[in-house]
């Protein structure tokens, strides 16, 4: 169970803690931070610390701190220490255009490639700014292909739904050298009471997915606007169908959806 308020005033205490009273006893959860538990009804049996003052020979707060736990979001601080070690934090992540053939008159006698070398962050935004160069550099019609190389990363056998069988979730989409947009959907509902429907918009909307709408209406009370919805990732070919369902109460108002889209749904 999550409970963000409870975490934010640990912290606080935990900070006020360290910077007002550096003498607390290092093997001893501070009063401040017990009470906060208490008042929480949180428990402090899965509870660890370990605060150290750079330069300092002991731990100002020592907690059962060499107990294992999962590390949850707190690994994010190693892989990008390891990031800033391997890459330097003046790192730019580069996308790259190729062709085959000279461009005339704004015209491409030839193919197109586009080549990722990893950027994680090639949102919709900033590959827009990618194609309005393209643009400005005189392509303008292609007469040929358009590749886009992944190649950059080695290929492996995975399964986006390994972690928790909720392969369309954002957060595990598969890596790739050509991540455009997190490799996601952002599906936006919309319900207009007056036509008594659900509106649904995609965004992005790849040339190769078609967004079926089965999606009824409803007046009641908003508990949940995903609730009573249902959605379902089919693979025709080089077609992809996205299926929605179920119930929207008009209570709710406007929400987003951040979709993973996988295998050969997103192909910008």
């Known amino acids: 169970m999550r409970r963000p308020r409870a975490w934010i005033s640990l912290a606080l205490a935990l900070l006020g803690l360290c910077w007002l009273t550096p003498s607390v006893a290092a093997d001893k959860l501070p009063e401040p931070i017990a009470a906060v538990l208490k008042h929480q009804g949180m ?18 707060l020592a907690i059962v701190a060499d ?4 590390p949850a979001s707190t690994i994010k601080v190693l892989t990008t220490l390891v990031a800033l070690e391997k890459l330097s934090p003046a790192w730019h992540w580069k996308t790259e255009a190729y062709v085959t ?10 193919d197109l490639y586009i080549k990722g070398y990893g950027d994680p ?34 290929r492996e056998a995975e399964d986006a739904g390994e972690f928790d069988d909720q392969p ?6 598969l890596p790739s050298a050509l991540l455009v947009n997190f490799q996601a959907v952002n599906f936006r509902f919309m319900p207009q009471p007056q036509a008594n429907r659900v509106q649904i918009a995609a965004d992005p909307l790849p040339a190769n997915v078609e967004v079926e709408n089965q999606v009824t209406l409803t007046r009641g009370l908003c508990r949940g606007w995903a609730r009573n919805l249902g959605m379902k990732v089919s693979h025709n070919k080089d077609q992809t169908r996205v299926v929605f369902n179920g119930t929207y109460d008009a209570d709710c108002g406007d929400n987003e959806l951040f979709a993973s889209c996988p295998n050969r749904c997103l192909i910008y």
Do not use: C, M
């Not at 428990?43 to 100002?60: C, D, K």
């Not at 107990?67 to 999962?70: F, K, N, Q, S, V």
């Not at 053939?101 to 030839?110: C, E, F, I, M, S």
């Not at 900033?126 to 190649?151: N, P, Y």
């Open 43 to 60: 428990s402090a049996r899965g509870l660890s610390l370990y605060v150290h003052e750079i330069g300092q020979p002991e731990p100002l």
């Open 67 to 70: 107990t294992p736990r999962h």
């Open 101 to 110: 053939a000279p461009v005339r008159d704004g015209r491409l006698d030839g």
């Open 121 to 154: 962050y090639l949102v919709i935004e900033h590959f827009w700014r990618f194609l309005r160069t393209l643009r400005a550099e005189g392509v303008e019609t292609i007469k040929g292909d358009l590749v886009l190389d992944q190649s950059y990363f080695a």
């Open 168 to 173: 369309l979730r954002a957060y595990n989409v």
